[in-house]
């Protein structure tokens, strides 16, 4: 057997060397493939080399070690043996990112031979209703934050009047931790193209966008072309897959707006204009885009949904504890030693993901607040770490799942500074519609300013915890809303911060 | 090092022209337009208008609401990095302050030789192997403090 090596072209392992590392491959005139990423990234550039025993994994690899790897063989002090075999690999159970660094991720014969269109061809054979069904039978709620059941949000597109109906998926990731879709559109674009196809045929919807912030540049050019491909391998267009069925779709790019990841303000967005939140009702699902009824669903919902019909609802709601149902790719990120993409059932607890699976903190320093969630998303301290991750287990802390990105911080944080943070980003990124986001996240920083400047700390505490509830109360959308969640819980679990007189700079 | 073409109606017209017919076309033309001339100009605006038949205003108000629209030419270097959390969390403070003093500016600045354009970015999907930057549209990860030095003291040459 001719030798292949395997090197990923995810942009994480790619910021890190990867590209490098091929063209050093490549140099001695063995042929490479390019991957998306298994999601080990601390050990990204991660390389495979396939032999007659399987594909052996090395990393993290440098230009330098090529040679060396490829003499040495599993000898080598970079093989980490068979991905599979490695124990953050066996833990997990993938059904959204079951490819994901394994295929070529523009090979639609790399995806159907490993399990893609699997699940389009049961929406096909079975039809809309029945596939419907499913997807609320499955109890599939959506990875965009808001945890909404998708199948409900279906029926409601389904049913709504409409000559015209869209299939929007949210591609604006912009939770800092979090960079699922990104590796998966990078590394299974068929997988987003079925997930819709399958929404489109569910909903009676014929025509799709997906918008990806301007941020990721490398999955706009993979989506663009396996579209291209889908397209010319009939996966995409009238009698998809020779079915009755009928659905295309497009990119659409964003422009740096964090907003436009709420939904009505991407809507917005891809309409042409400024990413201003509308007020709902009326909801997307009656009024979308261009005025027709629109399922807007994040990326991560709609590639769960494929494995959903194929295995069966069942199956994919035997996992999973309470209402938070099947798997949920978690992104372990910021200072944690073993960073990455952790796919499970929901319910491990947050102690077991940062510690166990992330080996704590990647300084080696003790671990002293977690964030879960992105920006609006709650600070959680030590004591917190036996929560459960499960929606209403978050909830019931004062906490978020949303895009479940977990971003671990050591004992040199301050969290007086990363509650300002909060304010500031909430300033720069608001829409401008609402007075208490617009006006109070400005109000916000300043305020916090005086606390760290040791000014009439308790009056200016006072103040804060007023502002932050007429935030919470006067928002018309989840920023200016929720802001206050990583502020108050900074202040509450972490007073000591806010205490500590400051020296003016 | 990007380079963009000088301004040039006949070019910004057949840009527009590609891209009208798309459904909400104004932010595929802005974005067409600003990759090839490296931002939007005040003439692009009334030519967009006419296009879609909006007022400058509004196609103002559009080009303004999004952060990656540049209303002047950036430097010949643009230096974005990550200022988001999980970045803060290895230190993207650190950086951020060490990039402004050795280049004399802030966000959005850019050196008075026109070499450096230092842009603030909030999350690039690389927050596994952070802190993050974005140095003449090449991906960094695990950006130390070296790297960086080693990095502004080459755009500066
Ligand atoms: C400020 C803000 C930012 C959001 N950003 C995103 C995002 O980047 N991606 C996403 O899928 N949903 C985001 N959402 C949630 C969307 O509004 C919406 O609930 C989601 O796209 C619905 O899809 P789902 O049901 O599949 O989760 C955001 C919401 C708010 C309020
Ligand atoms: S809360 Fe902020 S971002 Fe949301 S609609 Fe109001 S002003 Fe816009
Ligand atoms: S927070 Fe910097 S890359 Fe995500």
């Given amino acids: ?505 | 090092m990007t380079t963009f073409a000088a301004w040039d109606e006949k070019q910004g017209a057949e840009i527009i022209e590609a891209h009208k017919a798309l459904q909400g076309a104004a932010l595929p033309i802005l974005h067409a337009l600003q990759a090839a001339f490296g931002f939007i100009p005040d003439r692009a605006i009334e030519m967009i208008a006419l296009a879609l038949n909006l007022s400058r205003a509004e196609v103002h108000g559009v080009v303004t609401f999004y952060h990656d629209f540049r209303r002047e030419l950036p430097g010949r270097h643009v230096l974005k990095l990550c200022r988001a959390e999980a970045c803060q969390s290895m230190g993207a403070d650190q950086l951020a302050d060490t990039a402004r003093q050795a280049l004399g500016i802030d966000w959005g600045g850019t050196t008075a030789d026109g070499r450096v354009t230092l842009e603030p970015v909030f999350c690039l999907g690389l927050c596994a192997c952070a802190p993050a930057a974005v140095i003449d549209g090449k991906l960094v990860g695990r950006l130390t403090p070296t790297l960086l030095a080693s990095t502004i003291a080459e755009a500066r040459s």
């Fill in chain 1, 1 to 505: 057997m001719s030798m292949r090596v395997f090197i990923p072209m995810d942009s994480a392992a790619v910021a890190v060397g990867a590209d490098e590392v091929a063209a050093a491959v490549a140099k001695q005139g063995i042929p490479v493939t390019r991957t998306g990423s298994y999601g080990l990234c601390w050990l990204e550039p991660l390389m495979e080399v396939e032999t007659s025993e399987g594909r052996f994994a090395y990393g993290p690899m440098t230009p330098d070690d090529v040679s060396g790897v490829l003499e040495a063989g599993t000898r080598h002090k970079l093989c980490i043996g068979k991905i599979d075999d490695h124990p953050f690999m066996r833990s997990q159970k993938r059904l959204v990112f079951a490819r994901c660094g394994r295929i070529d991720p523009l090979s639609l014969a790399e995806y159907r031979a490993y399990g893609g269109l699997r699940g389009l061809n049961v929406a096909v054979k079975i039809g809309a209703d029945a596939t419907l069904e499913a997807v609320i039978t499955s109890g599939l709620r959506g990875r965009g934050g808001a945890g909404f059941p998708t199948g409900i949000k279906w029926r409601t597109v389904k049913e709504a009047k409409g000559d015209i109906k869209y299939i929007v998926c949210n591609a604006d990731e912009g939770d800092s931790g979090t960079f699922a879709d990104r590796m998966i559109m990078e590394g299974d674009p068929f997988a987003v193209i079925e997930g819709m196809i399958i929404a489109g045929i569910a909903t009676g919807a014929q025509r799709g966008y997906i918008y990806i912030r301007s941020e990721y540049p490398a999955a706009v050019a993979v989506m663009q072309q396996a579209i291209a491909r889908a397209r010319a391998e009939k996966l995409l267009g009238s009698n998809l897959l020779g079915s009755e069925y009928v659905f295309d779709m497009d990119v659409r790019v964003g422009a740096g707006a964090y907003i436009c990841g709420e939904e009505t303000s991407l809507l917005e967005s891809l309409e042409g204009r400024r990413g201003q939140v509308r007020a709902k009702p009326p909801l997307p699902a009656h009024h979308g885009l261009f005025g027709k009824p629109t399922a807007v669903n994040n990326v991560i919902s709609l590639v769960s949904v494929p494995s959903i019909l194929a295995d069966g609802p069942e199956t994919y709601k035997s996992l999973g504890v309470g209402r938070s149902l099947g798997t949920i790719p978690i992104q372990l990120a910021g200072n944690i030693k073993y960073a990455g993409l952790y796919e499970v059932p929901f319910g491990m607890t947050l102690g077991q993901l940062v510690m166990d699976v992330g080996g704590g903190t990647a300084t080696g320093r003790p671990v002293r607040a977690v964030q879960v969630g992105g920006p609006l998303g709650a600070y959680f301290p030590q004591s917190l770490l036996d929560t459960p991750f499960d929606y209403e287990a978050f909830t019931a802390k004062g906490g978020l799942i949303g895009h479940a990105g977990i971003v671990v911080f050591d004992d040199t944080v301050d969290m007086a500074r990363q509650a300002r943070f909060a304010m500031e980003f909430c300033a720069i990124e608001s829409c401008g519609k609402c007075t208490p986001c617009r006006i109070g996240s400005v109000r916000g920083v300043e305020v916090i300013d005086k606390i760290m400047g040791g000014n009439a700390v308790d009056d200016h505490l006072k103040l804060l915890d007023d502002l932050c509830s007429t935030m919470k109360s006067g928002s018309l959308c989840a920023l200016g809303g929720f802001v206050p969640f990583p502020v108050m819980s900074a202040l509450q679990h972490f007073p000591e911060d806010f205490r500590k007189r400051r020296l003016a700079a």
